[in-house]
T-cell receptor, first 121, second 114 residues
Framework: AQTVTQSQPEMSVQEAETVTLSCTYDTSESDYYLFWYKQPPSRQMILVIRQEAYKQQNATENRFSVNFQKAAKSFSLKISDSQLGDAAMYFCAYRSDGFSGLMGGNEKLTFGTGTRLTIIP | DAGVIQSPRHEVTEMGQEVTLRCKPISGHNSLFWYRQTMMRGLELLIYFNNNVPIDDSGMPEDRFSAKMPNASFSTLKIQPSEPRDSAVYFC????????????FGPGTRLTVT
């Protein structure tokens, strides 16, 4: 079974600075997907960024980017120019490719335990 | 699209009562997931459906929990009888049919069992 580890329960960063959240995972699969979800106090789970394992290029979404190291099984999230609205819990998640001849698009997400990010004004 | 819709948003009930949580997935999504979030256990999958058929219910805690998906636009998660340890936030999510199968979450139902 796959596992996802987030070793930083809490992080804080000064507004406008850059912060990196860590995530490692364990899998024997070669094809999979990785996600970062944000959960603000409203508790809504919001997708921040995704990475397909077969893509070598790191994903980027505006101020959010990832450092995907497949051999090291590492998937960190970098937030640049931090804003007060970035304060939230951040969850790293793993999804199998699901392309095994069975039904696709239905594989579950395995989540890490989350990192609480605080933005200091 | 309105996104994934869950009801109720909050539920407070007494131990022993039956609780039913409801979910309407995004139209056109063919997979639906029920997750539970607690401080102790984090986010955990309870059950998921594909084309209305339960695929994996290994995360369902015990027989007190049951889930149904009678059609593509509606699912329920029922707890009977409820216990205080069932207090949690329950999320429903649905997923696209195309790669990379992004899951869209509903706003969650906060359940409190006293």
């Amino acid at each position: 079974a796959q596992t996802v580890t987030q070793s930083q329960p809490e992080m804080s960063v000064q507004e406008a600075e850059t912060v990196t959240l860590s995530c490692t995972y364990d899998t024997s699969e070669s094809d999979y997907y990785l996600f970062w979800y944000k959960q603000p106090p409203s508790r809504q789970m919001i997708l921040v960024i995704r990475q397909e394992a077969y893509k070598q290029q790191n994903a980027t979404e505006n101020r959010f980017s990832v450092n995907f190291q497949k051999a090291a099984k590492s998937f960190s999230l970098k937030i640049s120019d931090s804003q007060l609205g970035d304060a939230a819990m951040y969850f790293c998640a793993y999804r199998s490719d699901g392309f095994s001849g069975l039904m696709g698009g239905n594989e579950k997400l395995t989540f890490g335990t989350g990192t609480r990010l605080t933005i200091i004004p | 699209d309105a996104g994934v819709i869950q009801s109720p948003r909050h539920e407070v009930t007494e131990m022993g009562q039956e609780v039913t949580l409801r979910c309407k997935p995004i139209s056109g999504h063919n997979s639906l997931f029920w997750y539970r979030q607690t401080m102790m256990r984090g986010l955990e999958l309870l059950i998921y459906f594909n084309n209305n058929v339960p695929i994996d219910d290994s995360g369902m805690p015990e027989d007190r929990f049951s889930a149904k998906m009678p059609n593509a636009s509606f699912s329920t998660l029922k707890i009977q009888p409820s216990e205080p340890r069932d207090s949690a936030v329950y999320f429903c999510a649905s997923t696209t049919e195309t790669e990379p199968y992004e899951q869209y979450f509903g706003p969650g139902t906060r359940l409190t069992v006293t």
